[in-house]
């Protein structure tokens, strides 16, 4: 009687890498962290499962239709969808126990139920930095951690991207003056601006709004040139405090970003940049890859004024930006970046053994475990050929063969798998 398998699958919308993919996933993920941590950020870790009231205290519209949420017994439970709502919440709950501005970085999993599509996750890794301080938030802060960004992506030497920056403000001003009361699908419909034809956004757009006030949104969001050329544009229309504090506001990230070395060719102003997220307030920005701008943004943020309001007193304004690591990365596999992405194996190690030589292979392995190398021993009984086709399959750049006379002489002969060179050494100079 023949057995009824169960086909393995897994559900659609999440990743599952094979090791080689999952080791370069690894590598870029610690680079990143590396670059947070040396500019000062502290690592902290928050539940993948948060109260719902907690967590969806201040959702709303498209975030909390995207959300999990569950019951347990008597308790509405939910996933989180970010890692900024939580990190709210920590820092809320923590408040007298931190020093602020506090700097801190997190890579975690999250949740969201989003239309099943190429490259759009629904368990996804985030990978933040926020630095969050109470009562006041210098604006330089913004440009900071763009400049973090900055760091990690030419750390893993990715080309060819530029961060899209703009402020909410700017166009929350323009609201004010035009009196536009549905600013919620008003500010839904611009952020869809570049995902749709413009003269399918214009009729939606006049549907909302009327046709005078379509036209003047459209003329601030069509100012075009350079940095410099767009806030002077921007700061020639006299229209009230809201929409100057903005203008003002990407100026001085712009000069900010300057001075912290981020290079002009790595940003823009672009005034249609709005977040889907609900609580961004000011200073806004995501990140398209050039010549591959079909993917979407692979890494966005924002000024949030108060987003831990609806658990302290205590106004905790902040900014933070997040790299969608799992997007990423199938972006990167999409346009052929994985494939020559230079992985570091230089230190990767197998030993062979031959015959009756397990006592001399157990002191090689000590030797590199102990030099920081990463390192195994082949225990299974086959032949020589199936061993350094198993290396070689691993991509174990260096392969070491024990045999008797190697135990006898007390030498270690490594064979480099890429070069095919090989060396000897005295096993007390390994």
């Keep these: 009687m023949s057995k009824n398998f169960i086909k393995p699958s897994i559900l659609p919308g999440f990743m599952e890498l094979l090791p080689n993919e999952q080791r370069i996933f690894d590598d870029i993920a610690t680079k990143i962290l590396k670059v947070y941590e040396k500019n000062g950020c502290y690592p902290i870790d928050t539940p993948v499962i948060e109260k719902a009231d907690v967590l969806l205290v201040k959702s709303g519209g498209e975030t909390e239709k ?16 970010d890692l900024t709502v939580p990190f709210a919440r920590y820092v809320a709950q923590h408040i007298n126990e931190l020093e602020f501005p506090f700097k801190r970085y ?16 629904r368990e996804f890794y985030q990978l933040d930095i926020d630095v969050i301080n109470k009562d006041k938030l ?30 909410r403000k700017i166009l ?61 544009q921007l700061k020639g229309f006299d229209i009230n405090e809201t929409y100057a504090e903005g203008v003002n506001e990407i100026a001085r990230v712009v000069k900010m970003l300057e001075i912290l070395k981020v290079e002009e060719n790595e940003y823009d ?19 398209k890859l050039i010549g591959n701008e079909s993917y979407g943004s692979i890494c966005s943020g924002g000024r949030y004024d108060n987003l831990a309001e609806n658990y302290t007193d205590t106004v905790l304004p902040g900014v933070g930006i997040s790299i969608g690591l799992t997007r990423l990365f199938f972006v990167l596999q999409e346009i052929g970046f994985i ?40 225990f299974d009984d086959a032949s020589l050929k199936k061993k350094l086709k198993y290396a070689n399959n691993l991509k174990i ?9 190697e135990v006898k002489n007390k030498i270690v002969k490594i064979k480099d798998m890429v070069s095919g060179e090989e060396k000897i050494i005295k096993i007390d100079d390994l």
């Design 269 to 287: 102003i672009n005034l249609k940049i709005i977040r889907g997220l609900d609580y961004y307030t000011g200073t806004v920005f995501e990140t």
């Design 397 to 405: 750049q260096n392969v070491i063969i024990v045999g008797e006379e």
């Design 138 to 167: 210098s604006i330089d802060n913004d440009a900071w951690v763009i400049s973090l960004a900055s760091q990690a992506f030419k750390e893993i030497k990715l080309p060819n991207y530029k961060f899209q920056i703009s402020n």
């Design 106 to 121: 997190q890579l975690g999993k999250v949740y969201r139920g989003e239309r099943n599509q190429r490259g759009r996750y």
């Design 339 to 378: 494939e020559i992405y230079n992985l570091n194996r230089s230190d990767d190690f197998i030993i062979l053994p031959l015959g009756d030589t397990m006592d001399y292979c157990s002191i090689i392995l000590d030797k590199l475990l102990a030099n920081g190398s990463r390192a195994s021993i082949y």
């Design 66 to 81: 995207q959300v999990y949420a569950f019951q347990k017994g008597k308790n509405d439970l939910a996933l989180r969808f």
């Design 172 to 232: 929350s001003g323009i609201f004010e003056y035009l009196q536009i009361e549905n600013t919620f699908e008003t500010m839904n419909l611009i952020d869809k601006y570049d995902k749709m034809p413009l003269d399918e956004f214009l009729a939606e757009l006049e549907k909302l709004i009327g046709e005078e006030k379509s036209s003047f949104i459209n003329k601030i969001m069509s100012i075009d040139g350079n940095s410099a050329q767009i806030i002077n």
